[in-house]
Structure formats: C-alpha cells, structure tokens
C-alpha cells in the first residue's frame, strides 16, 4: 500500500479500549490499497479479534451504521460482522471479526465453489428482504439506475480515448437503456457483492464490508459477481440463484448486462486515468465487453418497460 502502514490514531485506540472493556494488545493496518480507506484489526490479549473502521465522510459512516444496525442481523449470528460500538464524532465502527478467508483467495474444488456460491445466494436472499424501506431514502433506490448511467457517462468521457469505437458504442448503448424505467425490485443491497467479501470457513459462509450498503435496484448485487466469478462458470451462477431462491425475470437480465457494461467502462477508466488497475482487471473487463459485442450488444430489450415509478416492487 502506497505511504505504508497507516498508525491508529491515539484517541481511536483509546475508544477501542473504553468500548472493549479491555486493552488491546495488537494492531495490524488492515486498510484497502486507497488513501480514503482507513482500517484496523485489533486483537485483545486473549486472542479475540476485531476490525475497527473510520469510513470516508459522515454520509458512508451513516450507512454503513444503518447496515449494521438494522439490515445485518437478518442474515443471523456468525454470517456478517456484528456492530459493537460506533461514534459519529469520530466516524468509527468497532465490529467483530469473523473466521474463515476470502473466497477469492481460496483453492476450492468445483463443488466447493458451487457450494460456496449457492451459500453466498442465500445470504443475499435474506439481506434482500430485510426491513422496510424508509420514505426518505426511497428516491435514491429509485434512481440507482439512473445514477449507474451518470456514473458510467462520465467516466466515459473522461476517457473515451481508452475506448475503441465499438466499446464506446456499447458503452453509451447501455447508459440509454439505463435511464428507462425499469420494472425491477428495489431492496436493501450489499453494494459490494463479490468473492472477496465473503468469507468461507469450512461448510460456512458470511458476508463482510458493508460499506457500500443501501437501497437501490436488487440487480446491482449481482454485477461484480457477473463480470468476474461467474464469467465462464454457468454453474457457479446456477448454484448462487438456487441459494438465492428465484431467477432473474427478463429485465432483470437484460440490466445486469447493462450494469456490467457500465461497471467495465468505470474499472477501465479508473485503471487510464490512475495507471493502478487491479491486475487482470482490464484484461477481464474488455473480455467482457467483447463477449457483449459478440452476442450483439444491447440494442434489443424486453418489451415490458414501465414509464414512471409505478410498477417498481420492493422486495420484502
């Protein structure tokens, strides 16, 4: 990581300490590869872990509160984190640590990864249907779509000449199709649903990083896992749905492949504009987006569009 380790701050181990009732005798910088993410994993003297995490702004430690306290327990003991203090003065959480390793990291039979993945629907599927969406934040879901094709746009434009003529294509066919009104369950969402979040020890699996949770489109929770473990694996994505407990209706589908698109744009825009890709990630990406060219972009869409908020359902 760039800068190397990043030193906990005095004051937040003090509030680690006061909220744990105990000292902590070990700390290891758990941080992300980027300068906003901020980290910790923190061990008492009897070996009980914990990671503490000051998110980026009052707006991301504000969700990811709201996750914690009233989505994250619906998935049941030992599948996520669980919130032990927070501090809004400070931007903290203090949550516990979970065994197993990253499913991105691990060596797994075919039928382990089935399995593994069948696991990871089903934990989706309950995160989906916990709680009733507040008023206030009903407007946001509704756009999330809309918002994925702002998002994809501008970074479209900033570099489009990192594009050939037919990604470009395909890229903007996409932001069109996004910016309909789509008749698609609206839910609570993870935001960041991908192998490296969960979290496998022995014939169990949980769900980690809820930083990016909110209410939005259920589909969004299926794009990273699309773009990357499922692509080539059929039946890592039939074993992840029969978890999850239903398949995708047409515009369902037919969005993903949107978000897909619109996810590649931003990763391989990121990676032109920072030089710090993630390895293999623009090779995998422009796979992508060739596999799409090659079945014929996304010109041709289901018929059943709803014009205004209508028809949006809500998963409960």
Not at 184 to 203: E, Q, Y
Not at 245 to 270: F, I, K, M, S, Y
Request: net charge positive; with cysteine; hydrophobic share 45%.
């Amino acid at each position: 990581m760039s800068g190397g380790p990043k030193a906990l701050p005095d004051s937040l181990l003090a509030w680690a300490e006061a909220s744990l009732g105990a000292p902590v005798l070990a700390v290891h910088d758990a941080s992300a590869a980027r300068p906003s993410s901020r980290v910790w994993e923190l061990a008492r003297p009897d070996g009980t872990r914990y990671f503490l995490k000051c998110p980026a702004g009052a707006e991301r430690y504000a969700r990811e509160t709201f996750a914690y306290r009233h989505a994250v327990p619906a998935l049941g003991p030992g599948c996520a984190p669980r919130l032990l203090a927070s501090d809004a003065t400070l931007l903290a959480l203090l949550v516990t640590a979970l065994p197993g390793a990253s499913l991105a990291s691990l060596r797994l039979t075919p039928a382990g990864e089935r399995e593994a993945h069948r696991r990871a629907g089903a934990l989706l599927s309950r995160l989906h249907a916990a709680g009733r969406m507040p008023r206030d934040m009903r407007p946001a879901a509704e756009a999330s779509l809309r918002t994925a094709a702002e998002t994809a746009e501008e970074h479209l434009r900033r570099a489009g000449d990192h594009f050939t003529r037919d990604e470009r294509r395909l890229a903007r066919q996409a932001v069109r199709q996004l910016r309909r009104s789509w008749q698609v369950p609206l839910c609570f969402t993870h935001g960041d649903a991908r192998a490296r979040n969960l979290l496998c020890a022995g014939r169990h699996t949980a769900l980690v990083d809820f930083g990016q949770a909110r209410f939005a489109a259920a589909v969004h929770d299926f794009v990273l896992l699309s773009t990357d473990a499922w692509a080539g694996r059929p039946d890592l994505r039939a074993a992840f749905f029969a978890g999850y407990g239903r398949e995708l209706g047409a515009e369902e589908r037919h969005v993903l492949r949107c978000l897909a698109v619109a996810d590649t744009v931003g990763r391989l825009a990121r990676g032109a504009s920072s030089g710090e890709a993630e390895a293999g990630a623009e090779a995998r990406g422009r796979l992508g987006l060739q596999r799409l060219l090659a079945e014929g972009g996304l010109e041709s869409a289901p018929l059943h569009l709803v014009h205004g908020e209508r028809g949006r359902k809500q998963l409960r």
